[in-house]
């Protein structure tokens, strides 16, 4: 049913109204076409066509620290096709990653208090008092509807929150950051949730890589910048998993014993099931326990080798599939005989996670499950829009003929 | 008009129920949200900031910190101080990451921007 709001004068006889549709009813466009017959019957043909008018998908992805340019956002952007960039001639200092059909929004360009304000208070990035979940809220819910916004930007390297930039409405959005699926309201808009549990072992190993190399910092140094955050992460990120809709865990590699280099990894892909529009990867058999080495007569493996496991679960009192990876891959048809034995993967051609993993070869992770579950993830995510849509659009038509 | 008269549309009294117009204030403005925005920005400096100067502040944050928590190692102010020099350590890795990416090869660079040129056309299938 389509309330009409306003109507314009008729102009020709075969003319188009735009009407705008009330705001009980879908968000969705709808053009009237009005066609009077030459034999002046009584009758009216109204065909109602619909143009979505920009139906936006909203992904939510929890990650610790620092945003916008992560690997993972890099490989789901890439799914879509396109290269995703910082708003051309904008400020530099950007969180905001934009492509043809994704827009990345950093969370933390909703801090409402800055870099000094936080130390004042003494409190960390990772408190929800140190952000504006209100406007998180209601910009999340404008760019779902279709209406741009001014979103502001939180500036990592000064610490300030910058001159506010103009985000347009995308076909998919993502809003990535430490507490997308901390405000209620907010979880309710995303259409699908990811969470990235990195274990404290691999989280050390990681900043490790990553600081050593930065004059000023030393072993304990980093230590001792975990074990302060901690509290806070535990307290407030933490718990988001629960609400996840999958959950890719990252922890020390059980193939080789004592093993504190951190370079080989396990990684779980844990997938709710019941989700709508997401079915989870199985391997072999849905439901089933799977303990799966595909080394050995057929592909020869280096050490350590590569591991599967797949089997259900229960996470937080949700049914879950668990899809596991322990190891490494080394070259390229280790790959393709993984992705030739995974199943329900919502690729469009064979061969297609093992495309994705070599075009962006240089990443880190791409030799192992991370980059593997991450690359299926936005297949996933891909599947999820593309129902979606097609969802979204059978349904006016229907209600039409009703 | 005269097509309108000659088919005998009777425009004077519109089939359409029509109900009272709602006026369209609100969805106007949002359909045209750069026509409300005020333009009286500080012009800032559009340089990005260099590597140098991250790295200093990183240093300096961890000496901040470590000072802060000698004091009092529970207490917000040590743990912001922390958290701090977290941030800025991310910030410092993405700009050395950004700066391996891009600069180094001056043709990607300006394909990047330009892919429609002769140049940088790609054939992949």
């Given at each position: ?8 004068s008729?102009q020709?006889?075969?003319s ?6 009330s ?5 969705s466009?709808?053009v ?8 002046q019957?009584?009758r ?6 619909t ?6 998908v ?6 610790d620290?620092?945003?916008g ?5 890099r490989r ?6 396109g290269?995703?960039?910082?708003p051309?001639?904008?400020?530099p200092?950007s ?14 360009d ?12 003494g ?8 952000n ?13 509807s ?5 979103k502001?930007i939180y ?24 507490h ?5 309201r ?32 030393s072993?304990?140094?980093i230590?001792?910048s975990?074990?302060a955050?901690?509290p ?15 959950v890719?865990e990252?922890?020390?590699t ?18 709710k099931?019941?989700?709508?529009y ?7 058999d849905e ?6 080495i595909?080394?050995g ?6 050490y350590?080798g ?17 899809l596991e ?5 080394d070259?390229?048809d280790?790959?393709?005989y993984?992705?030739s034995?995974l199943?329900?993967l919502s ?8 495309q994705?993993m070599?075009?962006h ?28 849509i ?7 038509a229907e209600?039409?003929?009703? | ?12 009294t519109p ?14 403005r949002?359909?045209?949200?750069w ?10 400096s559009?340089k ?13 944050s961890?000496?901040?910190a470590?000072?802060t928590c ?8 040590c743990?912001?101080?922390w ?8 910030a410092?890795?993405?700009a050395?990451?950004?700066k391996?990416?891009?600069g ?6 300006y394909?990047?921007d ?12």
């Open positions: 049913m389509a309330a009409v709001s306003t109507i314009y008729t020709a006889l075969n188009t109204h735009f009407l705008t549709s705001p009980s009813s879908s968000t466009k709808q009237f076409f009005y066609r009077r017959h030459q034999s019957t009584n009216r043909f109204n065909t109602i066509i143009c979505a008018a920009q139906q936006t909203v992904i939510g992805l929890a990650a620290s620092g945003c340019k992560s690997t993972f956002m789901l952007t890439s799914v879509f096709g290269a995703a960039e910082p051309k001639g904008g400020n200092d969180n905001t990653l934009i492509s043809d059909m994704t827009t990345v929004i950093c969370l933390d909703y801090h409402s208090l800055d870099r000094t304000g936080r130390k004042e208070k409190v960390t990035a990772l408190d929800p008092r140190a504006d979940f209100d406007l998180m809220y209601e910009q999340v819910k404008a760019l779902k279709g209406i741009a916004v001014e502001p500036n990592h390297v000064t610490g300030l929150l910058d001159a506010p930039e103009l985000i347009q409405p995308p076909k998919i959005l993502v809003i990535e950051g430490l997308p699926m901390f405000d209620e907010v979880r309710e808009l995303l259409d699908f949730s990811i969470y990235l549990d990195i274990s404290n072992e691999v989280k050390f190993a990681w900043k490790i890589q990553r600081d050593m190399a930065e004059r000023g910092h072993l304990e140094s230590k001792a975990i074990e955050r901690k806070d992460f535990d307290a407030f990120i933490d718990p988001q998993k629960q609400y996840a809709d999958a890719i990252v922890l020390p059980q193939l080789i014993p004592d093993d504190n280099e951190g370079k080989v990894l396990r990684v779980r892909l844990i997938m099931e019941g989700v709508k997401f079915s989870p990867v199985y391997l072999f439901g089933s326990t799977i303990s799966w595909p080394c007569r057929k592909l020869t493996c280096s350590p590569i591991k599967f496991n797949y089997e259900p679960d229960t996470y937080f009192d949700h049914e879950v599939s668990v990876m322990d190891g490494q891959f070259r390229l280790e790959l393709i993984v992705e034995h199943s329900n690729t469009k051609f064979y061969g297609e996670v093992t994705q070599l075009k070869a240089d990443f880190p992770g791409s030799n192992n499950g991370t980059g593997l579950f991450q690359t299926i993830v936005g297949l996933k995510i891909r599947d999820l829009y593309e129902q979606l097609a969802n979204r659009a059978t349904v006016p209600a039409a003929k009703a | 008009m005269t097509t309108v008269a000659a088919t005998g549309l009777n425009v004077a089939r359409a129920v029509v109900l009272p117009a709602a006026r369209l204030h609100a969805p106007v949002l359909n045209y949200p026509k409300f925005v005020s333009m009286n920005r500080m012009v800032m559009v990005a900031t260099s590597e140098g100067e991250i790295s200093d502040k990183v240093e300096k961890i000496q901040e470590k000072e000698a004091d009092d190692p529970v207490s917000g102010e743990v912001a101080a958290d701090e020099v977290e941030e800025l350590s991310a410092a890795s993405h050395r990451d950004k391996k990416a891009g180094s090869d001056p043709l990607e660079e394909c990047s330009n892919p429609e040129t002769d140049e940088c056309r790609t054939y992949d299938n």
